[in-house]
Each structure stands twice: as structure tokens, then as C-alpha cells.
């Protein structure tokens, strides 16, 4: 009988993936792990794989980056079959499996889905007015960030700095309210990140004080001139951005962000890498929201703080 059914999309990461599953399988096949392939075709296609695969009763496995990891453990848990979803980091972006301990190798990836540990995670639900929902393991953000986005999921520039670059010369600040459980922000804001986890961007930490395993969301509410902001995004890599004085900082298990100005061009909303339209947005965050097959350590932490000296949460360096 097979158990796990793997989901990629063989055009990501420039094609890689493609070339990289062959590993996948040697991987998986000498750790005598029962498993079918099954290849995305289309932008949401992992989202009704994961959702019809879950329901045949699969443990669902994807395997690329960031955009696949959301797509399918959307699928999984929008199938409320409560069977256990995975991951086998492949992508240019790897943070949705880093937020429940995958470190960047696939050998160890197939690893961890052999050993089949599992725990449960917080994850956020994110819901616009007119219905459209997303769930997600990492980061929602608007405004500057989703942009940037926008554009990378556009292909419109393969270099990520120079998206982010490009991105920034054009960019106009806008007013925001944001609405929390205990607190409400209205002002300007070049972007305003929600983190069940702490990074994005393929490692970039505006939220890093963030854990899935407590229940609430990090914000970060970020009002930074451009050439500040410029500088500013190489220390998100060592997390070593917080406490910043152009930041607030706040925790809430649900957050709602509109436009505090009617008039004012929209920020869009994206969720995990994935643009789920514009404002208003509501959040909310699911303690324990869905269990996932992972590491019994957070691996990814581990070898984040053997390069830098610290573990991206801890703030006082």
C-alpha cells in the first residue's frame, strides 16, 4: 500500500526541482518509503492535488519551495481530513518547512518523512471581505513586501535584490489601521508583516520574535524612509533587525488591516509568497491549528544559530 503522495512543481526554482527529484526518489526508495509522484500544471493546481490526495487518505508531501508548500498544506487542511501533511524544501525560498524545523536538505527532508514524527503547529487563517481565505505556516504582510511579491511571482525579474530594489524606487507610502485584541495602530506604514513564523523572502526575519507554538501572531508595523529601508533588509538574514525604532511591535491572536484612507491605492495581501489580494484583510491565529510530519528538534534553528551565534527569536544581541 502506498502512504505518502509527493507534490511538486518541476518548474520551480528555474526548473531544479525537476532535475532534483530523481534525488527525491533515490532518497526515498532506499529508505523504503511507499510513495507516488504526482506533478503540478498550473498556478493552485498543488491546492486540489493536496485536497483530493488527502481525502484518498495519502500523507501529502510537497516538495519545491515556498508557493508549493502553501498551495498544499492549504489543500491539506481545507480537505478536514486531519491527515498528516510534510515537506522536502526544493525551492529559491525555503521558509514554510524552516517554520516547523526543516533545514535546506533534501536527503534529511526524506529523512524526517521516513522517521514520520509529527506535532502540531499554530498556523494562521487569513480572510478578505469578499470571502477569499488562505491558511499559512509563515508570514501575512501588505503593502511593500507584497509588491515585492507581486512582482516575483510575475517573473518580471529573476534577481531577488533587484526586485526589492526596483520595487522600492516607485513605492508611496501609505495610511493604515490596524486593529488588534488589545491595541489599534492607524498611521503610515511601508508594510505591515503578521508572523505565525518568523521569516520570508527566503530568509529575511521581520517577524523573528515569532513561534508557532504560542498561540499568537508577531506584527511588525514598519515606517522607514527608502534609502533607510534599503539598508536596513541585510540585517532580516542574521535577524538581527529587532528592536528597531522605526518598528512597533505587537502580539494578538487576531488582526484585522484596512486602508485608513479611502481614497489611498491599495495594498495587496499575500500570504507565504502568494498574493491573495488587496485590503482589508482579517487574521486570525489557530493554536495548534494542524498537526505536520517534522523534526523532533527545530533543525532549522540549530544550524541558523551555529552560523550566526544566536537563535533568530532572540533579540538582545
Not at 513586501?145 to 513605492?171: G, H, Q, T
Not at 508583516?193 to 520570508?200: F, I, L, R
Not at 484583510?281 to 498537526?291: F, P
Not at 528538534?297 to 552560523?307: L, R
Request: with cysteine; proline share 3%.
Amino acid at each position: 500500500m502506498v502512504d505518502h503522495a509527493i507534490i511538486y512543481n518541476p518548474i520551480a526554482n528555474k526548473g531544479k526541482v525537476k532535475e532534483e527529484i530523481e534525488d527525491v526518489k533515490k532518497y526515498l526508495d532506499n529508505l523504503n518509503v511507499s510513495y507516488n509522484l504526482h506533478a503540478t500544471e498550473h498556478a493552485e493546481h498543488a491546492i486540489q492535488l493536496a485536497n483530493q490526495l488527502a481525502k484518498e487518505g495519502y500523507r501529502v508531501i510537497g516538495a519545491g519551495g515556498d508557493g508549493t508548500a502553501n498551495e498544499v498544506l492549504h489543500g491539506v487542511i481545507t480537505s478536514n481530513t486531519g491527515v498528516l501533511c510534510g515537506f522536502i524544501p526544493m525551492g529559491s525560498g525555503n521558509d514554510i518547512p524552516a517554520a516547523v524545523g526543516y533545514r535546506e536538505d533534501i536527503k534529511r527532508a526524506c529523512e524526517i518523512i521516513a522517521e514520520g514524527y509529527s506535532s502540531k503547529s499554530d498556523i494562521g487563517h487569513a480572510k478578505r471581505d469578499d470571502g477569499t481565505e488562505r491558511y499559512f505556516l509563515g508570514i501575512g504582510s501588505q503593502g511593500f513586501d507584497s509588491e515585492v511579491a507581486r512582482r516575483s511571482n510575475e517573473n518580471k525579474e529573476k534577481n531577488y535584490n533587484m526586485i526589492i530594489i526596483k520595487a522600492l524606487f516607485s513605492w508611496k507610502t501609505r495610511d493604515v489601521k490596524v486593529t488588534m485584541d488589545d491595541d489599534v495602530f492607524e498611521g503610515p506604514a511601508n508594510l505591515v508583516a503578521v508572523g505565525n513564523s518568523g521569516a520570508y523572502g527566503s530568509g529575511m526575519y521581520i517577524c523573528q520574535r515569532a513561534q508557532v507554538d504560542d498561540g499568537l501572531f508577531d506584527i511588525s508595523i514598519v515606517n522607514i524612509s527608502k534609502l533607510k529601508l534599503l539598508v536596513q533588509f541585510p540585517k532580516m538574514y542574521s535577524a538581527s533587525l529587532l528592536p528597531h525604532p522605526d518598528i512597533k511591535e505587537y502580539r494578538s491572536k487576531k488582526v484585522r488591516i484596512e486602508m485608513l484612507n479611502p481614497d489611498d491605492e491599495i495594498y495587496l495581501s499575500q500570504v507565504d509568497g502568494e498574493i491573495i489580494g488587496p485590503l482589508p484583510v482579517t487574521y486570525e491565529s489557530i493554536k495548534d491549528g494542524y498537526e505536520f510530519i517534522r523534526p523532533k528538534i527545530n533543525e532549522a534553528a540549530e544550524e541558523f544559530k551555529e552560523k550566526y551565534g544566536h537563535y533568530f527569536w532572540e533579540c538582545t544581541h
